[in-house]
């Protein structure tokens, strides 16, 4: 941590900094210029962020120099972690994409469904049972029955499944019934439920925040580390910004900033991002040449009749057609699919 | 809801779109152009938002012209809705002042900084039992004995309490101690907290996200509303934008927005907006000028020693000023405080 | 400037950063400690600033602790500057509202505007002879000819005018009509343009960025003031976000963050942030309660027949209406208008 | 147009909304509902845009339907335009990549850098002679000095050299020298600017605007192709976030938005985008698989000692291994570089 202090600090002022820098546990270094004294305070910061160093009198600025998560970070685990369940791991040489609809509406369609990306080559499938709408008027998920339909649709196909969780309550439930937990969105400052999924083992699915940083998403993953579940995989589904062609503007860049600050895997929703299907294939193929372990991607064998997010699914004949393609790119670029 | 054709719509995509919008109860209007043809769909939307129209072969765009939400619409109700607890009412010619500090630290500071801002005009007392920290390194909250200082600070000093809820398993709990329930920004969106809110009766300070806009935080209110519990008092707290000199950028237009959108009653946080204790003044002045019901301030009587938020947190003799200063523009403006 | 090395820097590197800090005058204090090292820059960082310390070998972060503009910053002059034209100066007791059209649209329109916003007592009359239009196919101005009509109405009225300025070509003509000469939000980053406004003494009335901080704002402004022009008011006139409510989002805390800042005066465009007329009042009222040195609005005598802007005009009669409330307003903050 | 009226509009108000549409060319179409009326009006927008619909009594809402670019547009030229000088072609098969300094610094290091990216494969030479910058106090650039040395590496390598216009009365000169003219982020609504470089026929590099949408960039390159010059090649650089890891954050959505709403070329930056070395190479993969006609990257050969941008410059080996992965990548997507 780097105290600045204002051009006239008193030497009382600079002793009293000196002393919380000291009950933290860190040792100040004293830098004097003719304008400015700088304290550098070396040690482990955590316990000197608890300290409103910014208001004590004579500070002008504090500036922190260590990132404020540890066991995601790539300095704690130098080597990518490897992550997933069964033989759908993220984050080794092979890429895997999890497909399926927004909502589980129904056992035939999520059947139908199933088959359908399976078939094409997905490995694992998503579906919500729980369904967090902005509308209170929207349809909310099928909720238990939804999770057996998955079930049911994992014993038919072979496809591990995935899907979220909004609520800690359910946590019992859905570990029950799903291979990986979705944590959506809008869910990833639940800091709660982030705790109480840190109780389990399950492999977690932590999508980005609209309005979070890389450095938000790293400290969410922290919080189920932290908690005791290494288990996490990131995901980047587009930020909210001004730009209102796309449903959210897809942030390509944390990719490889993500791999280049943490050992965990991180995958790209291109459908969320877009909003719109035919951005889809684009979107897909930069996530994979960025680096991307994996995709998400909304596929619904009827999207006219989707209950939630049509416009921005795929039927399964153009989803057949982009696995073939993204598996050339993926053998291309030296991974598998 | 309006249905706009692409140029080349053959009869059979138009006849299928009409189809689509009698189906879900609505009458279709068809205006046709030169180049373009336009089905204006007459009725209640809901139904119609439900059918993912944009993807229907012939259709070019889709624009909705109803609000997306209903009970919280001031066409719903066209006076303003007075919401509080005992007389601590917002939205009528009074406005109040919640106060207090960040995180409920202790017995001490909190009977201290509660003795304190009573003393100067604040008629309920904030503190938070459980805390949404963005590390899960940072100080999580004192809980059930935090909800018990702030109780018995309400008995010393006849101030309401006001505390966040983060997880609907303490919903019984925290509507036990609280007089305001409030729900953070990191929780607007977490859906099934507000539909619990619903099955309660306490007033609910909902305030608004980081990403979300004045329409988001309006169908947040309308997921309380619609659940059961019309109790809600919305709080605008600066969304997240570029601007990095404050911590947040303060949307003081939406203060009038939601005044015209809406009937229920709107507040400021002026602290967690600028993140910086020199901008609550004119903040808080502001606020009141451009309409705003009330204000949520954080106060603590040590800053130096909080575990939270210390650099925003007034201290007792500022707050003190500031709320003679409030209480003459509230005069001036016609109200009162 | 603060340098923060890599854990493991070696000596090597640690010695290329201390030359090259030398280099460029300055003095370096070095801060070891057991897993980093970190070295104060103390002197003059403006040298230091062109040296790309970032990609030298070992360096992980830099940190600069001086402010980027000088002769802008407040600690460059302590005392508020007040500057104008005429007795319309801004940045003292007395507050001033700059009225008219979005842009001069003819001779007859301009006039009668003029006397009604004069009447209601603003000080200076707004009008755009160039105007700075998204669409090629947009009025674009009447050029010479509006510049002609402004200097008429100032005849006629006693108003000052003030224009806005788009191209260095014409500040020849501009500085010959204009009391005030104006800079829009597309143009603040346009540098060529405020080098060439350096060269006069008009004053200088610089709009914000759509997309500029605050910090951005003050570099524009020292541009004019480094290039010789010391009569620079700022405006605040909001930024883009993702809220679409308002045309932009009024950034109401980047006015008392200027007052800390700088000691140039900032006057607020309530129009252009809200690009809504029931908006403008109480962002005016706002704007005021928050510090403003006063206020540019837009008023149109028949905005129903305006080329540009209409949505967002307020006509003569609405305009005299907020000018009583805003004079009283005023008086009660201590200033006068 | 669609004007949807508000519920209790009389038919006077309805009257006076069609008599406007009238007047400007286009043909209303009147759909009443029980509780809303809509007018559906067709024809050219392009007039009707001009006129305040939106505060005509009885309005509630305006909702334009066609695009208000055209020129641009795809409908106007449904193959994709092929742009570019000598064989240095955008927009067809074969890709291309403009590498060089920031800023022309000096004679040397312009001519050494040429030959080493001419070495790689690039097949244009960037380097700024006229320099915009936050900051008067940093380099400004060599100005007419620079012009002639890229003039001279163009003589020296057959790159052909691109380079940024700030000024419309530097036309002249730039366009003597420019095989290519850019026109930066900050002067994208440098709308004087715009309408000059439709009077050259000089292909013209549009970088899109910090906070500008994909609509605002077509209507940019709108401006310079209704003013007669159809040779326009667009360039997404990333736009200003919340999100501060990266300088701007890559839209790389806006590649395949565009190539579905224009015929132009579209080429990305991906230095200013990231802001920092280690992203180029996932950001410009990601940009050719997501259908990027070339790319912009800044190659220095000595970042060390650059006068800008210094962080973001490639290394010229650097570069050379990066071009070799990217030639390959271009292969297997079907396009040659």
Do not use: W
């Not at 400015?36 to 004579?58: K, M």
């Amino acid at each position: 941590m780097i105290i600045v202090l204002k051009p006239g600090a008193t030497q009382a002022e600079i002793d009293h900094v000196i002393e919380k820098i000291q009950a933290a546990g860190c040792t100040p270094h004293l830098s004097r210029g003719v304008e400015r004294t700088i304290i550098g305070a070396i040690g482990d910061e955590a316990a000197l962020r608890l300290v409103p160093l910014e208001i004590l009198p004579g500070v002008d600025q504090v500036m922190p120099i260590q990132k404020p998560y540890k066991m995601v970070a790539r300095e704690f685990k130098p080597d990518p972690s490897v992550i997933g369940a069964g033989d759908v791991l993220f984050g080794g040489k092979r890429l895997h994409v999890i497909a399926g609809p927004c909502a589980v509406e129904g056992r035939e369609m999520l059947l139908e469904t199933a088959r359908k990306v399976k078939a094409a080559g997905a490995t694992a499938l998503r579906g919500g049972a729980f369904k967090p709408r902005t509308s209170p008027y929207a349809f909310q998920g099928l909720e238990g029955e939804g999770l057996r339909y998955l079930a049911e649709a994992r014993e038919a196909t072979g496809l591990l499944v995935c899907t979220e969780i909004m609520d800690p309550r359910d946590l019992e439930l859905v570990d029950r019934y799903a291979d990986f937990i979705q944590v959506g969105a809008r869910n990833m400052s639940n800091f709660r439920l982030l705790k109480e999924l840190g109780t389990v083992r399950k492999p977690i699915i932590l999508k980005r925040g609209l309005s979070a940083t890389v450095k938000d998403l790293l400290l969410s993953a922290e919080y189920i580390v932290a908690s005791g579940n290494p288990n996490v995989i990131l995901c980047e589904r587009g930020i909210r910004t001004f730009e209102d062609y796309t449903r959210n503007t897809l942030d390509i860049a944390a990719v490889p900033a993500i791999k280049t600050l943490s050992h965990l895997p991180i995958i790209v929703d291109p459908s969320h991002a877009a909003g719109r299907r035919d951005l889809i294939r684009p979107l897909s193929l930069a996530a994979l040449a960025a680096g991307a372990d994996g995709l998400l991607i909304e596929v619904h064998n009827n999207p006219e009749e989707a209950s939630c997010d049509g416009p921005q699914s795929l039927r399964p004949e153009g989803f057949a057609t982009l696995m073939e393609e993204l598996r050339r790119l993926a053998a291309f670029l030296g991974r598998e699919l």
